[in-house]
Every structure is written in C-alpha cells, then in structure tokens.
C-alpha cells in the first residue's frame, strides 16, 4: 500500500501554521537572549504549570523520567523502601523506583479503565505496612479512582505521587491532575499532548521543602552555584529553547485535549459490542492517546493495516513480566494487567488528524 494512503498512529512532520510561527519566534527569542539553560522561559513554564494545579511548587527538568525519580527523592523516598505502582504503563515508573534503590510492589487495575484498582491498592497497602508512597499513574490521559486511591494512602501514612505524563489539563471532579497527591510529574516528550521539540519534563510539589531537595538534586546537589551540600545530585535541567516552545504552546492545550477527546469518542461510536474504547466522554479523559479493548487484537490489527491504518501497542510487556525484572518480582501475579496486556490496540490520534483519516478509521472499525 502507497506510504501516503497510511494513517499514522502520531505525525510529527505535521504543523499548524500559527503554532510553525510562534515556534520559530519562541525559538529565535532564546537564542537572541544567550540564556540557554534555566532562563525565563524554565522559570515561566514552572509558574504556569504551578498556576494550573493551584499553586504547586514546579521544578523543570530534563525528561519525564527524571522527574519520576525526583518526585521520589524530593519526598524523601531512599534505599530500601516500598513504593507501590502499576505494572501496565511501559515500566517508566518501576524503572525510576529501582533507579533510588527503592522497592516496587506492583498493584492490579480494573480492566474498563486500565488504571489502578483501589480495591487491589487496599489490598497492597495491607500486605506492606511499611510502604512509603505510591505512584498513579493517569495512563492514556485518564483520571480514575485517585480521590480514593489518595484515601487510602492518607489513612495509611503514604505518600501519593501522580503520574501525568499522559494526563496534563485532564480533570476530575473539579480538581487537576497533577492537583491531588504529594507530588506530580509531567513529560514533554513530543508525542505528549503538551510536547516540546525534544525531552522535557517537571515535577510539582505541595511542599515547598520537597521541591527544594529536588530543584538541588536536580543541578548537581548545589545549595549556591559550585557548593555541594547534598549528596546524589546529578544534570537534570530543561532546555531552555523547549520551556519557550512549550510556553508558546501551552494556550492551545485544552482545544488540543478536546480535539483529541473528540476523536476517540467517535472511534468508541464506530465499535460493534465486542470491543470497547478505553476513555470518558467528560474532563477526566483528555485523549492522549486512543486504546481499544479486544479479545481478537492481533487480527484486528492485520485488518486494520490492511487498510492502511497504523496501530500500536501501550504497553506490550507488563513490569513483573520484565526480562530484566523478573528477579524483583518472583510469584507476582496480576491477573487484570496480564490480561490487558493482550487485548489492547492503540489507535491513530493526534489534534492534526485529518478529517478523512478519522473518517477511514470510522469506517474500518465498523467492519472489523
């Protein structure tokens, strides 16, 4: 089939001309300033975002990935302690976990929904009395179950952190994601729904005083510029030319997110009663990225490319299931994420989507 008759999953060589324009001049503006490492623009970026969750301490950094790892640090999570996550959302947040010398204990998810199941986190928080923090991640930029999620922590002294790599301006019942735990950590990779032109990412405090370890680990460990006053510092800034593309973007975010919503919601109208969309039709859902639900994906994805439409998997290979990790998790057993893992098939869906392609995808997954 023509490469040009195929529908991306993501297109990146795509531009929306007033977005091309306030790049470029958002880019011309930092090299003009020779500020290019925590300028204006870092400092900007982590006020708005600061702004966004009602007043957090924001701390920019170089990928999301870091920011997982200085969520835990700034809350004091060091060598040996237990932190709870997800085993279905790409390892990110495992990874980071081991990355402090911290221990993951992984909790199930519903299987509607994808995310964590707080029936199964009570059950983890009752096995470990002594876990510390737990990470929630918002995958595929849906918000559900944190206000009990958060619940439960509180009443058992853990920490919560928010993963909002895929869930930026998404919001449930009135509050932001980012908004409910102890701290938040974003990624501005390019696919995101809030994408630089390279990595990025942040990570959100309530606490002052937890923003402040992360903000010194975060350059080298320094209390002032050479004085290293705290040990495990390491080079994890953002750069300055992305918080201005990401600033010169950050206005258009929510017609994004309901650009994207939209579409899914008429990819879950398409579907027989055999396979389902992974969304909300409300602001707990920002369509980051379009998830079907199928008991026969691996022909449904055949057909699909047979029609020239571009699928994806998100995420393969569960945590437990790791070939580097199996080791840390002997006799884990996660039914729900297992069975997930095999009957997920992500769809194309991006704000520059054209009409004629989400009218293809329509249209072949009706026949499917």
Known sequence: MPQNSIVPLNDLTRWDDEDLIETTK????????????????????????????????VVSVGNGTDALALSLLGLGISHGDEVATVGN??????????RVGAIPKLVDVEV??????????????????????VIVTHLYGLIDGIDAICSVAKNAGVLVIED??????????????????????????????????????????????HADVARKLAQYGWSSRYSISMM??????????????????????????????????????SLGISRRMIW???????????????????????????????TGIHYPIPDHQQPAWTKCFRGVSLPNTELISQSILTLPCFPLMREEEISRVCSALSTI
């Open 89 to 98: 959302a790409g390892g990110y947040a495992t990874g980071a976990i081991l």
């Open 164 to 209: 909002c790599a895929q869930s930026i301006g998404a919001r449930a019942n009135g509050r932001m994601a980012g908004s409910w735990g102890d701290a938040a950590t974003f990624s501005f990779y390019p696919t995101k729904n809030l994408g630089a032109l390279g990595d990025g990412g942040a990570v959100a405090f309530k606490k002052i005083e």
């Open 280 to 310: 909300r039709d409300c602001d707990s859902y920002i369509g980051h990225l379009a998830v079907m639900l199928t008991s026969t994906r691996a022909q449904d994805a055949d057909n699909l490319h047979e029609l020239g439409i571009q």
């Open 112 to 133: 509607h929904t994808a995310q964590m199941s707080v029936s199964d986190f009570s059950n983890v928080v009752a096995r470990y009395p002594n876990l510390k923090a």
């Open 232 to 269: 495990g510092g390491f080079n994890s800034r953002l750069d300055e030319m992305q918080a201005a593309v990401l600033m010169s973007r950050f206005d258009k975010l929510h017609k994004n997110n309901l650009t994207r919503r939209s579409i899914v919601r008429r990819y879950a109208n």
């Open 26 to 57: 958002a880019i011309q503006s930092v090299v003009k300033s020779g500020y290019f490492v925590s300028g204006h623009y870092s400092l900007a970026l982590e006020a708005r975002i600061g702004e966004l969750l009602g007043g957090a301490d």
